[in-house]
């Protein structure tokens, strides 16, 4: 079970495990599944009938702390709650992924992602005072409550990778190495999948790299390098099917998600 209480000798504890098949939606995805009643019963059927596992993103969250409509975020409470307990909460952290992958002497291995620990305990809590047990409603709604608190975070977020990327791509020297290099195993998978993703940005100079495009890519790579399924905007499909290719090419073993979007009827393949 993904999520579950136990007894330990200080109380009752709360633990996540991130069991496959492991699937990540991209934020319209998300959405999609939340408004749309019949992909949402086709979604939940599958997850729960293979005993798998959705994995939440803070960065998930924070898209819904914006001024729209309160309703979205009630419809997304109601269809993730159809899955519960079946959810795995992550930060994003790279840095604690990169570490455990720094250990491997190749890139065959996928770790979980990094536990958001502060969710974890949040949603725990919440749970405790609800008679249903674990319940998801009005969680994605506190973000959406607090929308003045999380802008300016995210907004700092977006203009920091942004501003990394561009300073990469304006050094000549890192834009030789980004074009010459191989997505082997003398880089971590992070290390791989992140350059992978960015290529395109970094050999580019005229391409706009726009606030969407930085969310986007954080909800490409690390899913990517952990989950087993996940349905990105088509742009991003497109990436890590580029991704794909050329790891081919490079003789690599780097096992990745298969990834899905709306193009070419990819919803329903998802679904399969």
Known sequence: MPIEFFDAPYGVHVRQSFVSPTVYLDHWALRLFSDDLPL??????????????????????????????????????????????????????????????????????????????PQLKLFAERAQGSPFGFTMHGFISMAHDHHALLAPVTSDTIQMIRGGIEAARNDPNYVRK?????????????????AELMREFHLNPNLEIKDNDVIDLLHAAMPVNCCDFVLLDGAWADRVAKLRQRIANAGSTLPLARCYSRRDDGVSMFLI
């Open 40 to 117: 949402q019963d086709r979604m939940v059927a599958a997850l729960l009938g293979k005993r798998g596992t959705l994995l939440l993103s803070n960065i998930s969250f924070t898209e819904f702390a914006t001024p729209n409509d309160r309703r979205h975020c009630i419809a997304a409470e109601a269809f993730i709650e159809r899955l519960l307990p079946n959810i795995y909460f992550t930060d994003f952290a790279y840095d604690k992924l990169q570490l455990q992958e720094e250990a491997e002497s190749n890139n065959r291995r996928r770790f979980w992602p990094p536990a958001d620990l």
């Open 178 to 194: 980004a074009r010459n290099v191989l997505p082997d195993d003398k880089r971590t998978r992070t290390y791989v999948v992140l």
